[in-house]
């Protein structure tokens, strides 16, 4: 433990930054999805957002759920769920020192499964596949960072 | 401050990556109660997700809303809301060279509430059982985490 | 790179600890809020909750949606999606050594952008005011943080 100060400058410590920041830019993009699922269907969970409408009458109808935006939400939740528990347990990790090439293997499979995760998602293809692209990372890559982890 | 990269090999920092670890896992597996509840009393959120459903019509049916899995969920939802400012302030608290037996104090209160707020929240106890789980680590707890970080 | 880890001494990360901790402060504020909404108006998500009123039927009635309530709510789970990634991107941007003064003007942006969104939120505020507070932060503020990251 006494070289973990060490591992900030380490290689891992430089993939786990770039692979956290692509993936939590992949997960604020689903908040520029949702406002351009609700722009485009005109569905609207504030009154005050309606204002393109001209009468009150309009602006109410306007005020309500679809399921396409439901969906996108639902995915975005999804993302907050997984994507923290990922920086949170990826950065400790990262601080133990582990083989470079065992923690691009963990941080790539993670990346690359929430991609496939959200294109699943969105576009509601059949399942098994967000199952199985929600499966691994979850059941496999992530407990594997925690058991390094509790090492630490 | 000059001290405050020394910290992150201190005991006070181990026992930060312990205990974040253990209620992250925690908050992991309530992605695994909501699966569990869903499957059990058949219930989802996806048309994609009914394919073991013969019909059309028995699918469409499956896709609704369930007092006990929106339970769950809410449960996750606060889980989130107050595990994301405990890592970070933890982790910030951590850096500050606090004293170990502190610390400990406080990490443990936090955890030890969240296994008890997510218990009476899931099996619906009597309140104010969840207030009390919630409240202390909410108003005691994090707020000295809080003070002692905004001195850094 | 060979410097990073002297930039958790740094200025600048002393003044991303005391924006994060101010920002994350802010969203746990929104609990209390949606709490507050709860109890004044009497709207409650669990049958639980509802102990203070006599009869069966009337602790019925109490589990029901407020709009002012589910407003507060999704404010909060807004600040959610868009304070984790700050906190994600800024702690790495810290890292890499940025000008303090650019620092300061991207997190003071952020911080102050957010309090801006929930007042515009939770009062209601015609719009864009709450579309402003929410779009420079997002569009301009964290894209360059995130630029500066991946060149760690």
Not at 44 to 57: G, I, Q, R, V, Y
């Amino acid at each position: 433990m006494a070289e973990t100060v060490h591992m900030i400058d380490s290689e891992v410590f430089l993939a786990f930054s770039t692979y956290a920041t692509i993936v939590v830019l992949k997960m604020m993009l689903m908040s520029l999805m949702t406002s351009y699922f609700r722009l485009t269907k005109q569905v609207f969970s504030n009154l005050e957002d309606t204002n393109l409408a001209k009468t009150t009458e309009d602006r109410k109808k306007l005020v309500r759920v679809d399921p396409d935006v439901e969906r996108v939400r639902r995915c975005h939740l999804n993302d907050l769920e997984n994507i923290v528990p990922f920086v949170v347990i990826g950065l400790l990790y990262a601080l133990t020192g582990p083989d470079l090439s065992m923690a691009l293997l963990h941080f790539r499979v993670f990346v690359g499964s929430r991609f496939i995760h959200t294109v699943a998602y969105v576009m509601a293809l059949p399942q098994p596949t967000r199952a199985l692209a929600f499966g691994p990372p979850f059941c496999y890559d992530q407990p594997n960072l925690l058991e390094t982890t509790l090492q630490l």
